[in-house]
């Protein structure tokens, strides 16, 4: 278990905490996802259907939701249409099964904002969810973006990469690369692991795409400095402040 709580403290602008609304009929995967958001210091309420999600959605008004496309009464995109009748902009964040690619395009074409597949890490949920409650701008954090490691320094909102006061400028896949070992210092991160964080969208578990990654980060952020990326031979990566 990580230690370190390193990501800021979401908060509803009033200051209270942010609400989030659980919809899946496994309950014991809500009653996960419920502790995981609840250990953010989020309020959460869960349903088992379409029908009871949307009357909760009306009682609790969350600031975000985690809908599951499959539902015992009506699917996803239906309850996502019936929520957003009352409350037009509240971020949609759905589950769907690995296979069901057609789901996730419908899901996001009709106004959904995100999506993670089965099975999914709890700290990707949380990630995406974050991400999207800040997007929306009813949230406000009580602390600063700002990731910093040895003299290596990122904003996670203005997606600003510093090292030693000079700027790199990262494509996405690597500035989500570096943040992983960001948000994860002088911890070792399997391949398997850093694939599953940041290449979670159905990848063919090529650990070789993680080693080319890794090659072209350590170009921009060590090149010329002394290496904060080390290779741990057969475990895999760890950043750590420079000697």
Known sequence: ????????????????????????????????????????????????????????????????????MMLPDFDGLEVMRRMRADTPNVPVLFLTAKD??????????????????????????????????????IVADDASSLLVVGDLTMDEDSHEVTRGGASITLTATEFELLRYLMRNPKRVLSKAQILDRVWNYDFGGQANVVELYISYLRKKVDAGRAPMIHTMRGVGYVLKPAD
Request: aromatic residues 4%; glycine residues 6%.
């Open 1 to 68: 278990m990580n230690s370190t709580h390193t990501a800021p403290q979401l908060q509803r602008l009033d200051g209270s905490p942010v609400r989030v609304l659980v919809v899946d009929d496994e309950a014991n995967l809500t009653e996960l996802l419920s502790m995981a958001l609840r250990y953010e210091g989020w309020e959460v309420q869960t349903a088992g259907t379409g029908l009871k999600a949307v009357r909760a959605a009306k009682e609790f008004e969350p600031d975000a939701v985690v809908l599951d």
């Open 100 to 137: 069901a690619v057609e789901d996730r395009v419908a899901g996001l074409t009709a106004g959904g904002d995100d999506y993670v597949t089965k099975p999914f890490s709890l700290e990707e949920v949380v990630a995406r969810l974050r991400a999207l409650m800040r997007r929306t701008a």
